[in-house]
């Protein structure tokens, strides 16, 4: 048997990449900004952005919780979802969980969810999330909804729209999942 010494920032890298579940909110998060070509309109573009509508749908006996949000952005709107799966719904108020209004009208109370370590599927109307991540959030499992056509390229003088051929997320749906921080429902 052969032992590894991991030390200092190496370390909490090891750390990071056991816990870290790619179809984790935060594991596409990080896929994200890994995205070559680098840019810095997606992840750090999300200021101007307005959640104008969020919308919560429970499915208790499933232990899903469907997030379906409007974004507003530059005079457009687009329609990111986002489903986590494995959901601790607990029948009364406590002070370990928190409480919200679900689409039904109904309370529900769960244990917050985690970005790092709970499973979550994506989808958002707009194009940069189409092109560049839905095809391959579908590979890893992270796709909401059904497979996209495949992307064909009109031009061979532009690089490949996903280099990389990872998965990750558009600036719409990183905003959501800052609000649902701000909400409480969710800790990094």
Same mark, same amino acid.
């Given at each position: 048997?052969?032992?590894?010494?991991?030390?200092?920032?190496?370390?909490?890298?090891?750390?990071?990449?056991?816990?870290?579940?790619?179809?984790?909110?935060?594991?596409?998060?990080?896929?994200?900004?890994?995205?070559?070509?680098?840019?810095?309109?997606?992840?750090?573009?999300?200021?101007?952005?307005?959640?104008?509508?969020?919308?919560?749908?429970?499915?208790?006996?499933?232990?899903?919780?469907?997030?379906?949000?409007?974004?507003?952005?530059?005079?457009?709107?687009?329609?990111?979802?986002?489903?986590?799966?494995?959901?601790?719904?607990?029948?009364?108020?406590?002070?370990?969980?928190?409480?919200?209004?679900?689409? %039904? +009208?109904?309370? =529900?109370?769960?244990? !917050?969810?985690?970005?790092? $370590?709970?499973? @979550?599927?994506?989808?958002?109307?707009?194009?940069?999330?189409?092109?560049?991540?839905?095809?391959?959030?579908?590979? %890893? +499992?992270?796709? =909401?909804?059904?497979? !996209?056509?495949?992307?064909? $390229?009109?031009? @061979?003088?532009?690089?490949?729209?996903?280099?990389?051929?990872?998965?990750?997320?558009?600036?719409?749906?990183?905003?959501? +999942?800052?609000?649902?921080?701000?909400?409480?429902?969710?800790?990094?």
């Amino acid at each position: 048997m052969e032992f590894r010494i991991i030390r200092g920032e190496r370390l909490l890298q090891a750390i990071e990449e056991e816990i870290l579940d790619e179809r984790s909110f935060t594991g596409l998060q990080q896929s994200t900004i890994r995205f070559q070509p680098p840019t810095k309109k997606r992840q750090y573009a999300t200021g101007p952005i307005k959640i104008a509508q969020m919308q919560l749908i429970p499915a208790v006996p499933s232990r899903i919780l469907k997030v379906e949000a409007v974004a507003q952005s530059e005079q457009k709107t687009y329609d990111p979802v986002l489903q986590f799966s494995q959901i601790d719904f607990d029948e009364e108020d406590t002070d370990q969980n928190v409480t919200f209004m679900g689409s %039904d +009208g109904e309370q =529900y109370h769960i244990v !917050p969810i985690s970005l790092m $370590r709970q499973n @979550v599927q994506v989808k958002c109307t707009c194009l940069d999330f189409f092109y560049r991540f839905a095809s391959y959030n579908f590979v %890893d +499992g992270s796709l =909401y909804g059904q497979k !996209p056509p495949p992307y064909r $390229r009109k031009t @061979v003088t532009r690089p490949p729209a996903n280099i990389l051929k990872i998965p990750g997320l558009c600036k719409h749906l990183i905003k959501t +999942g800052e609000a649902l921080k701000q909400s409480g429902l969710v800790v990094a």
